[in-house]
């Protein structure tokens, strides 16, 4: 079993980022009600805006920093512009609204910065954290071990968020039943711009790293969504603990299927086989129930 421990360390950095954009959505969807398939484009333009900056020899710090308030004014503008005329319309339109602005953010990045995959160099991968497990050397490099710290934190946080402040009560009850609590005084564009900007800050970081860990690229980080999909349905779009479980499982095993005679190079497809093996479970659980 050693043999397999540095594909289970490298698998947890992708798993805590695929983690981090499960939470991301999960936050979102129990305000509003709307999956974001958008997420990951609007990571991916971040990631964008921060390799430009860096090719220009700005600061790193103005660079990251850029490139999550980018993400944060993407989001913000959708959910404020073009949300709220959906509002009223059936959940999963509202959702399918959000694929068609992917397409145009990705159509624009890709005009803009070309199709040509880059990498985006954080600062974190110039370390690594060494040690012994049993017989085996493993390195775990700064960049994956901030991504399973900040999935640990951000869920934390986000918990916190939703359970102890005025905000989150209202984001919960917003879930529960939108209409009722505009009824009873709650405003709900404002609760939902909270929540669009709160998506938006967690997909800039998950470009920033993802951008980093796998590549660069509009397409490539938009389909990465779909992890980050299957983990939320892991925690059923609700528990933000077993969101992220599912999401450092689900690198985890990605990574493991390296080592499957003769599925090595379909391993990326790991996770779309995770999200449609959840969909099929929890429909099969809920017509039985």
């Not at 990498?119 to 901030?146: K, Q």
């Not at 869920?155 to 879930?175: D, E, I």
């Not at 479980?245 to 090595?264: K, M, Q, S, Y």
């Amino acid at each position: 079993m050693e043999e397999y421990l540095p594909f289970v360390i490298s698998g947890l950095g992708l798993g805590a980022v695929y983690a981090l954009s499960g939470v991301g959505l999960v936050v979102l969807y129990r305000s509003s009600g709307v999956l974001n398939f958008a997420f990951g484009a609007i990571g991916a333009i971040g990631a964008y805006v921060a390799w430009s900056m860096l090719e220009a020899d700005w600061p790193q710090a103005l660079a990251w920093s850029a490139a999550i308030v980018t993400a944060m004014l993407l989001s913000l503008a959708y959910g404020r512009l073009l949300a709220p005329r959906l509002s009223h319309r059936d959940p999963t339109i509202r959702s399918i609204a959000t694929l068609g602005f992917a397409l145009v953010v990705v159509g624009f990045t890709e005009w803009y910065w070309g199709e040509q995959p880059r990498r985006l160099v954080l600062p974190t991968d110039a370390g690594a954290l060494d040690f012994v497990l049993g017989e085996v050397d493993v390195r775990l490099t700064h960049t994956r071990a901030l991504g399973l710290a900040l999935a640990v934190l951000m869920m934390g946080g986000v918990g916190l968020l939703l359970s102890k402040t005025r905000v989150g009560l209202k984001m919960r009850a917003l879930a529960n039943d939108r209409d009722l609590s505009a009824l009873l005084g709650i405003r709900v564009l404002g609760v939902d711009t909270v929540a669009w900007v709160l998506s938006g800050a967690f997909a800039g970081v998950c470009g920033l790293l993802l951008a980093n860990i796998v590549r660069l690229q509009a397409t490539l980080l938009t389909f990465l969504v779909i992890p980050a999909f299957a983990a939320a349905i892991i925690g059923r779009l609700h528990s933000l603990p077993a969101t992220v479980a599912g999401g450092i499982a689900i690198g985890v095993l990605e990574a493991l299927a390296i080592t499957v005679p003769g599925f090595a190079s379909f391993r990326t497809a790991t996770p779309f086989l995770i999200a449609l093996a959840m969909i099929v479970f929890y429909r099969t659980g809920t017509r039985q129930a």
